[in-house]
Nanobody, 122 residues
Framework: QVQLVESGGGLVQPGGSLRLSCVAS????????MSWYRQAPGKERELVAT????????NYADSVKGRFTISRDNAKNTVVLQMNSLKPEDTAVYFC???????????????WGQGTQVTVSS
């Protein structure tokens, strides 16, 4: 049974930090591209950060560049999103995502976590 279990969300003041973790099970984690998405109330889900299967490359949404860092530990089946200098507009439910991607960049399998709430407010 595939599971992506997020943790680390919560309430933080503007300028603060949070560390989100996602622990995967039920699939071959090291072969999947891992991402974090977020969805704010009334808005579409958006991609925040992505890291390739070996962890050699990562990409970020312009809105979080320089503030967020994605990393992974394939030995522990874990992907982490370190979020610094948080802003109220970062408030959203954050979702862990796993994609099996072919060499031609086609997603052939996709899994989602249940989401964790991040609220940035004073």
């Amino acid at each position: 049974q595939v599971q992506l279990v997020e943790s680390g969300g919560g309430l933080v003041q503007p300028g603060g930090s949070l560390r989100l973790s996602c622990v995967a099970s039920g699939f071959t984690f090291r072969t999947y591209t891992m991402s974090w998405y977020r969805q704010a109330p009334g808005k579409e889900r958006e991609l925040v950060a992505t890291i390739t299967s070996a962890g050699s490359n990562s990409n970020y949404a312009d809105s979080v560049k320089g503030r967020f860092t994605i990393s992974r530990d394939n030995a522990k089946n874990t992907v982490v999103l370190q979020m610094n200098s948080l802003k109220p507009e970062d408030t959203a439910v954050y979702f862990c995502n796993a994609d099996r991607v072919t060499y031609s960049h086609v997603v052939i399998k996709r899994y989602w976590g249940q989401g964790t709430q991040v609220t940035v407010s004073s």
